[in-house]
Every structure is written in structure tokens, then in C-alpha cells.
């Protein structure tokens, strides 16, 4: 952890000019029939879960250029991830990858306690090939043609969902990349009914408080065709599996130019959205920092959020899965999961009465006035003094270079190899 004291000569810097342009935000909110506080208190109960996979520089198909201070293990990991939540006080949960974050339940269980975080939605992996799994994932896990590697593949997930039970975990997500490479290399309707195969095997192991979370994603590494490759597909899945299991929709996971907020209402209106993975893309799974091109987008997509959140029931896990490969990536997980907060904020101080009245009336122009004026108000001084209130930073990048905590880690991880390509 970084230290109190330390945190506190940063927040002490800030505090006064934070309090002016709270107060002076909270003047015009008022104006506008808003309640400052009770916005902040939703935003101060707000969570965003970190992908273990993202606090280690990513990397891409042709090379990875470390940083500093990798974390080595999955335990380095959720080190990292303390920091991100001690300044953010935006990120309380972690979703685990495994294998690449396979460990002792009860070691894993102690480390979440000492650094203040739980866990969340449990990641599988069967795009790549694990050492102690004897067949190979390259041509497909849950949808290969050969049953045995279908069953070391569905037995892999039940694995996860058994570790996840003993930290704490209620999700699954299950992302697969198996699919073609060219025209003709597989039977498109053969390879989807093995796949909705297995996918039943996993859903029967599934423990009744928990929910299957399937994702999707339009190409890569099959770049002909994916067995999961859209919302529609995806939709398929969920609705055949039965009612604990729904749809996660990664906002880089889409053809250009898709209208993202639209898929997240359908999803919504059929009851079958599972949760998110934020990140932003400019070209297609770019796993870039969340609203680092589109912030409008996300705020439409929060928006319809928000437009469902008194469904009963309704309850989409959020999490961020970026890749980062220039920045250190804790200071790009602090910034994103501010940036999830703060499409958040502007969301929930969108006029929805004169909203509704504009789309009645079809007055398209002050309807969409109405998102954007939302979207226009600069909410930082509500999200930072959440923040402050909690006891975390005013300016979390800040507080963490003031800190020094990444030439400490430094210290005591070695350097960490870079060199060729690879997701993680
Ligand atoms: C696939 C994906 C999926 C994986 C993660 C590492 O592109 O988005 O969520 O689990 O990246
Ligand atoms: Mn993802
Ligand atoms: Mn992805």
C-alpha cells in the first residue's frame, strides 16, 4: 500500500480549489433541479472491476515492451490492483484469469483480504494451450471436432468455476477464439452445435447462485470466421443455455462503427445482458484505455443503463479489459476506471422527464440537447470529492507519482522479458 501520509500531502494540495468547484458545481446542478450529494453518493458507491491481465504491459501479435516493476505473479497482481482501489476508491473487485492466475484458493483468499479487494467474474481460457492440458486448442476447444478435447475443455471451465467458488466468486465469463481461418474449414452450423454442446456441459456444472457470462467477439484469432462472433450469436447462446446465463458485450468486440448502446438495450429489454468489459478501439479489439477515442459512446451506453436501472433484478457486472502497451498500466486503470465513473455521473444527471417528453413529441433536435448537456457538464469535481470523502486521492495519478510505489516494486521484481508477441 501507499501510505497514508502520502496520500494525504497530495489530497492536502488539492482540497481547497476541490471544494470551490465542488460547491460552485453543486450552484448549478441545483439550478438545474440536481442534487449534488445524492449524485456523489451513487458515484462513491459505484465499482468497476480490474482484469488481473491488465496491471502487466500487454503487448501485441509483434512485440511487448515492458515496463518497469511486472508483476510476477498473480499475487504481485492484486498488489497493483490495491493501489489502483486505495487512490481510486472506483475499482473494490478483481476478475481472475486462469491459467494465468491459477493459485492456492485459501493464499488467493488471504492476499484479496490484505490489499481490500473481492473477487468477480472468473475468466477461463482455451485459446491457448495450457502445460498441463495433454491436447491442443488449435483448432478449437468447445466447438473441436474431436470430443476429447471438447471435454478438456468444458472439464477446464468447471476447474475455474470450482476455484472461483472457494474465493468468493458468482461468475463465469467464457470468451473463446475458436473459429476458421479460411472459407471452407469448417462446417459453420456443425461447429455452433458443438459448441452450444459443451456449452450445456459447463451451464449444468454452473452453481445455482452463480451466472454464465458467454462474450463475443467479431474476428481474432480466427480471422475467417468466429463461433461467437456477435450479439446475435451470443444472444442464441444465452437464450438455449437457460435463465443464468447472459450475454457479456466487450465494447471493443464490434465492427466499426456497430451502435454499441443499441445491442446493450436489446440486451437489456430480453433480460439477457450479463456485464461488461470497458476498453475503448479506434480499428477493432485495440484494448486502448476506456473512453480514450469515443467517450460519447460510453455515456450513451450508460445511458441506457440508467434508463434500466430500476428492472428489477437488473444488475450487469462492470468490468475493464484493456491492454496497455505505452503507459504504465497502473496509471491507465486508475484513469479508466474514472472514466467508467464518470460516464456514470453524466448518465445519471440526464433530465429523463424532458427527455421522455422530447421523444414523444419527436423533437429529435432538444432531445438530444437534453444527452448533451449532460454529457457536457464537467463532473470531475463530484467524482473527485467522492474520492476525497473515502479517503482516497483527489488526483489518483498524482498521489501514485508522488508515491514512488512503482520504482519500490521495481526493487523487488525483476525485469520481465519482452521480445515477441503475445496477449499478455
Ligand atoms: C478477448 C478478450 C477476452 C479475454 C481477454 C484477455 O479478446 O477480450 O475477454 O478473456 O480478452
Ligand atoms: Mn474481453
Ligand atoms: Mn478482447
Partial sequence: MISKDSVERSNAAAEATLRADYDALGEHLDRRGIDIAAVKDKVAAYGVA???????TGGTRFARFPGTGEP???????DDCGIIHQLTGATPSVSLHVPWDDADPAALTAKAEETGLRFDAMNSNTFQDHESHPLSYKYGSLSHTDAAVRQ???????????LGQKIGSKALTVWVGDGSNFPGQTNMTRQF?????????????????????TEHKMFEPAFYSTVVQDWGTNYLIAKELGDRAHCLVDLGHHAPNVNIEMIVARLIQFGKLGGFHFNDSKYGDDDLDTAAIDPYRLFLVFNELMDAADTPGFDPAHML??????????????????????????A????????EGFQQDNDALMATTTL???????????LAMARLEKGAAIDPV?????????????????ASAGGGGGIV
Fill in 398 to 414: 498524482a498521489a501514485y507519482r508522488a508515491s514512488g510505489y512503482r520504482a519500490r516494486v521495481a526493487e523487488e521484481r525483476p
Fill in 72 to 78: 510476477r505473479d498473480v499475487f504481485d497482481k492484486l
Fill in 321 to 346: 479489459d484493456q491492454s496497455h502497451n505505452v503507459n504504465d498500466p497502473i496509471e491507465s486503470l486508475m484513469s479508466s476506471a474514472m472514466e467508467v465513473q464518470r460516464a456514470y455521473a453524466q
Fill in 50 to 56: 480490474v482484469p488481473s491481465w491488465g496491471v502487466g
Fill in 348 to 355: 445519471l444527471i440526464v433530465d429523463r422527464t424532458a427527455l
Fill in 372 to 382: 448533451k448537456r449532460a454529457f457536457r457538464t464537467d463532473v470531475e469535481p463530484i
Fill in 152 to 162: 478438456q475443455a468444458v472439464e477446464h471451465n468447471l476447474y475455474v468455476i470450482e
Fill in 193 to 213: 452445435e458443438r459448441y452450444l454442446d459443451s456449452a450445456r456441459s459447463i451451464y449444468s456444472g454452473l452453481p445455482e447462485d452463480w451466472r454464465l457470462f
